[in-house]
């Protein structure tokens, strides 16, 4: 037997470990520390799942060994620095093959191994001293403590079960283990009082817990939690009151939308009393993140975070201990919650006084879309609503922090050249500027089409039903709720035969009004997606066919939220007789006006405020022609390109007709059988195709 096997013979032991070594995996820290009462632990972070190791204890040199094969060691440190009563070096070394850990001992000690995610920790446990014989008669052990004083459950806002637990001291040893639907915290050598012995039924909460016993394990107490469904639980400890949080396991979309809040490294954490600032020096390590505790972060903590973030780590571990943190490029800085709002408040009022001192400067800024005077109005506004009452850190007049002016700034306006003035500091022209780049935008334009066309009834019943070619169906607003579908190859387009296929047209015709139009004389509308070329092939056929015809097809372009007016009609003229003045005309419009003001939504639609009037000529009366009116009001919201189609506006027109033989027709009674009367009733609609378009760059060069 050679020499290297006999050194290794005396004490060696392999370390297993549920992980399988990955190809590419590397070191990418080492942290050690000392942890109350427990020994001393060595954690081992690496990049991916840590590799079985193989672990070697050296009686003769007090040296324990920890080889991780095919690991590569990113951390740039041969030793590091860190001594105690159980450790006096920790050194690294690495080749192509392995990165091997050597921890010299002050003593052999035994020793304990675990993986939390990408982490292996080492724990080297505390050394028990050997009991010395003595003459004097053995005394007996005392009792286990009653170290827990209450046990209580609640319900967050988040929905969790949270366990609390009140300690008489907060370094009594706890260990938290999940065994498949339960949590089993144990209390070494502290049972629980009888008084608190019992069985807590909280279904009733709504939360993942359902049970939670409360029992003595010989001396030491038990409190054993049962859980629903699948579930996360972390607990963590603030002096002697001790929190285990479980909540409902989320799914991958609800953990998706927790990675936007936290978005560090996962980690475990498993602490017994740890001290503060060596968690945060951990977390530090861990994130790579530069963090700068103040003197006054002092005490410890017990953790049992398992894979959260690190940053989500962080955030609990201060809300714990009433901590607060302020980053400052990639420096957090950690300091308790009522010195960071003492801090905040010097800050304000040192700002407050820069702004009083600050010198003033003039500024001219000429607006490209934006109305000078309307921004005038806008910042003078905040300025108005800012300075009415004093700053209540500062004690002085000047609260001009929501403000776009200070006290002392002004603001005034070039009208002929829409150019705005600023007299004053520089930080607050600096935020004026950088609001105006928001403000002064070209306003998004609209172009409004509408189709004007005056049909037979006999049309009007065979569009209202035919607004459709080829195929596609599909809903349709209108006052019925009805549904155009299938294909319709109707006898209005019957002349045009490039449309006498069973072939499907892309963008067809979709809209069914029924009998809305034909039999009630209110005003209708519908909506119309479809390609300018078959509205305008339906309505050539109607032309064609002696139906009807286009009264007038105005095109207008207005802004978002500008109201743009299209009118076409009559002016009547009527005498007035006024005293001395005599006799005077007067026109009354009979018109067909359209108001559309459209607005412009963030998902590109479109929403048109219709206001449409048709006025015609109606009865002579005594004072003249009489107006019949028509109007519809109405809020539509469609696609862009889509078109709004109105109707129901109608023309009534009657004449009678007596053609008679001479004499012979004028002969009471008889002259009936010489006389010829025609009655002639004819019915006309008017109907309205508008079509709203939002114009972007490319259309306004193009039209």
Same mark, same amino acid.
């Given at each position: 037997?050679?020499?290297?096997?006999?050194?290794?013979?005396?004490?060696?032991?392999?370390?297993?470990?549920?992980?399988?070594?990955?190809?590419?995996?590397?070191?990418?820290?080492?942290?050690?520390?000392?942890?109350?009462?427990?020994?001393?632990?060595?954690?081992?972070?690496?990049?991916?799942?840590?590799?079985?190791?193989?672990?070697?204890?050296?009686?003769?040199?007090?040296?324990?060994?920890?080889?991780?094969?095919?690991?590569?060691?990113?951390?740039?440190?041969?030793?590091?620095?860190?001594?105690?009563?159980?450790?006096?070096?920790?050194?690294?070394?690495?080749?192509?093959?392995?990165?091997?850990?050597?921890?010299?001992?002050?003593?052999?000690?035994?020793?304990?191994?675990?993986?939390?995610?990408?982490?292996?920790?080492?724990?080297?446990?505390?050394?028990?001293?050997?009991?010395?014989?003595?003459?004097?008669?053995?005394?007996?052990?005392?009792?286990?403590?009653?170290?827990?004083?209450?046990?209580?459950?609640?319900?967050?806002?988040?929905?969790?079960?949270?366990?609390?637990?009140?300690?008489?001291?907060?370094?009594?040893?706890?260990?938290?283990?999940?065994?498949?639907?339960?949590?089993?915290?144990?209390?070494?050598?502290?049972?629980?009082?009888?008084?608190?012995?019992?069985?807590?039924?909280?279904?009733?909460?709504?939360?993942?817990?359902?049970?939670?016993?409360?029992?003595?394990?010989?001396?030491?107490?038990?409190?054993?939690?049962?859980?629903?469904?699948?579930?996360?639980?972390?607990?963590?400890?603030?002096?002697?009151?001790?929190?285990?949080?479980?909540?409902?396991?989320?799914?991958?979309?609800?953990?998706?939308?927790?990675?936007?809040?936290?978005?560090?490294?996962?980690?475990?954490?498993?602490?017994?009393?740890?001290?503060?600032?060596?968690?945060?020096?951990?977390?530090?390590?861990?994130?790579?993140?530069?963090?700068?505790?103040?003197?006054?972060?002092?005490?410890?903590?017990?953790?049992?975070?398992?894979?959260?973030?690190?940053?989500?780590?962080?955030?609990?571990?201060?809300?714990?201990?009433?901590?607060?943190?302020?980053?400052?490029?990639?420096?957090?800085?950690?300091?308790?919650?009522?010195?960071?709002?003492?801090?905040?408040?010097?800050?304000?009022?040192?700002?407050?006084?820069?702004?009083?001192?600050?010198?003033?400067?003039?500024?001219?800024?000429?607006?490209?879309?934006?109305?000078?005077?309307?921004?005038?109005?806008?910042?003078?506004?905040?300025?108005?609503?800012?300075?009415?009452?004093?700053?209540?850190?500062?004690?002085?007049?000047?609260?001009?922090?929501?403000?776009?002016?200070?006290?002392?700034?002004?603001?005034?306006?070039?009208?002929?050249?829409?150019?705005?003035?600023?007299?004053?500091?520089?930080?607050?022209?600096?935020?004026?500027?950088?609001?105006?780049?928001?403000?002064?935008?070209?306003?998004?334009?609209?172009?409004?089409?509408?189709?004007?066309?005056?049909?037979?009834?006999?049309?009007?019943?065979?569009?209202?039903?035919?607004?459709?070619?080829?195929?596609?169906?599909?809903?349709?607003?209108?006052?019925?709720?009805?549904?155009?579908?299938?294909?319709?190859?109707?006898?209005?387009?019957?002349?045009?035969?490039? =449309?006498? &296929?069973?072939?499907? @047209?892309? +963008?067809?015709?979709? $809209?069914? !009004? %029924?009998?809305?139009?034909? #039999? *009630?004389? /209110?005003?209708?509308?519908?909506?119309?997606?479809?390609?300018?070329?078959?509205?305008?092939?339906?309505?050539?056929?109607?032309?064609?066919?002696?139906?009807?015809?286009?009264?007038?097809?105005?095109?207008?372009?207005?802004?978002?939220?500008?109201?743009?007016?299209?009118?076409?009609?009559?002016?009547?003229?009527?005498?007035?007789?006024?005293?001395?003045?005599?006799?005077?005309?007067?026109?009354?419009?009979?018109?067909?006006?359209?108001?559309?003001?459209?607005?412009?939504?963030?998902?590109?639609?479109?929403?048109?405020?219709?206001?449409?009037?048709?006025?015609?000529?109606?009865?002579?009366?005594?004072?003249?022609?009489?107006?019949?009116?028509?109007? =519809?009001? &109405?809020?539509?919201? @469609?696609? +862009?390109?889509?078109? $709004?189609? !109105? %109707?129901?506006?109608?023309? #009534? *027109?009657? /004449?009678?007709?007596?053609?008679?033989?001479?004499?012979?027709?004028?002969?009471?009674?008889?002259?009936?059988?010489?006389?010829?009367?025609?009655?002639?009733?004819?019915?006309?609609?008017?109907?309205?195709?508008?079509?709203?378009?939002?114009?972007?760059?490319?259309?306004?060069?193009?039209?």
């Amino acid at each position: 037997m050679n020499s290297i096997s006999r050194r290794f013979l005396l004490s060696a032991t392999v370390v297993a470990i549920m992980q399988t070594a990955q190809a590419g995996v590397a070191v990418t820290g080492i942290v050690p520390m000392q942890v109350a009462n427990q020994g001393t632990e060595i954690r081992i972070m690496f990049n991916g799942l840590p590799p079985q190791p193989k672990a070697y204890q050296v009686q003769q040199s007090s040296q324990l060994i920890l080889d991780f094969p095919e690991t590569t060691n990113t951390t740039t440190q041969s030793q590091i620095p860190f001594s105690n009563d159980q450790v006096s070096a920790i050194n690294v070394s690495s080749d192509n093959a392995r990165t091997r850990l050597s921890i010299d001992l002050k003593q052999n000690s035994k020793f304990s191994t675990r993986v939390e995610g990408n982490t292996y920790i080492l724990r080297v446990l505390p050394t028990t001293s050997p009991v010395q014989q003595v003459s004097t008669p053995q005394a007996v052990l005392p009792s286990a403590a009653q170290g827990i004083s209450n046990i209580g459950f609640q319900r967050n806002d988040k929905g969790d079960g949270q366990i609390i637990v009140d300690l008489s001291n907060p370094k009594i040893p706890v260990d938290i283990q999940q065994r498949n639907n339960k949590i089993i915290a144990r209390f070494t050598g502290n049972k629980v009082p009888l008084y608190l012995a019992r069985r807590l039924n909280v279904n009733d909460f709504a939360t993942p817990v359902s049970i939670v016993d409360s029992f003595n394990d010989g001396n030491n107490g038990v409190i054993e939690i049962q859980a629903n469904d699948s579930f996360d639980y972390m607990a963590y400890q603030a002096d002697n009151k001790l929190t285990i949080n479980v909540s409902k396991k989320l799914d991958p979309t609800q953990r998706a939308m927790q990675a936007t809040k936290y978005s560090g490294k996962k980690i475990s954490l498993d602490f017994q009393d740890i001290e503060i600032r060596r968690v945060l020096q951990l977390l530090a390590d861990f994130s790579g993140e530069n963090i700068v505790a103040a003197d006054n972060v002092q005490g410890n903590i017990t953790l049992h975070l398992k894979d959260v973030p690190a940053d989500q780590a962080l955030a609990l571990i201060l809300q714990t201990k009433n901590l607060d943190q302020r980053r400052t490029g990639n420096v957090i800085w950690i300091a308790p919650t009522s010195d960071m709002i003492k801090r905040d408040e010097d800050q304000a009022k040192l700002y407050a006084q820069s702004i009083k001192l600050a010198p003033l400067q003039t500024e001219y800024i000429q607006l490209n879309y934006a109305k000078a005077s309307d921004i005038q109005k806008l910042i003078s506004a905040t300025k108005k609503s800012g300075g009415e009452s004093k700053d209540a850190l500062s004690g002085s007049d000047d609260n001009s922090g929501g403000s776009l002016l200070s006290p002392r700034g002004t603001i005034s306006v070039d009208d002929r050249t829409n150019t705005i003035i600023i007299n004053d500091t520089a930080t607050k022209i600096t935020q004026i500027q950088q609001l105006l780049k928001q403000l002064d935008i070209p306003v998004k334009q609209v172009m409004v089409e509408a189709r004007i066309v005056r049909a037979s009834t006999d049309f009007s019943k065979s569009i209202g039903v035919k607004w459709g070619v080829a195929g596609r169906s599909g809903s349709v607003t209108d006052g019925t709720n009805t549904r155009s579908t299938g294909t319709l190859i109707g006898s209005s387009i019957a002349n045009v035969s490039s =449309l006498r &296929t069973s072939s499907t @047209v892309s +963008n067809n015709l979709n $809209v069914d !009004l %029924g009998s809305t139009l034909s #039999n *009630s004389p /209110s005003i209708a509308f519908g909506l119309l997606n479809t390609a300018d070329s078959l509205l305008n092939l339906e309505l050539s056929a109607l032309q064609s066919d002696g139906l009807g015809e286009v009264l007038s097809t105005p095109k207008v372009m207005t802004g978002d939220k500008q109201e743009a007016i299209i009118k076409s009609g009559a002016k009547i003229p009527y005498a007035t007789t006024s005293g001395n003045s005599g006799t005077t005309t007067t026109f009354q419009d009979a018109v067909l006006e359209l108001k559309v003001t459209p607005s412009i939504t963030p998902d590109g639609k479109v929403q048109m405020k219709l206001n449409i009037s048709k006025d015609t000529l109606g009865l002579l009366t005594d004072a003249g022609y009489a107006i019949d009116t028509n109007t =519809l009001q &109405t809020n539509v919201l @469609v696609n +862009n390109g889509e078109t $709004v189609v !109105l %109707g129901g506006l109608y023309e #009534n *027109s009657t /004449s009678n007709n007596v053609s008679k033989v001479p004499l012979l027709g004028d002969i009471p009674g008889l002259g009936n059988l010489f006389k010829n009367r025609t009655r002639t009733e004819q019915k006309r609609e008017l109907l309205i195709f508008i079509t709203p378009r939002i114009v972007n760059d490319t259309f306004s060069r193009n039209h």
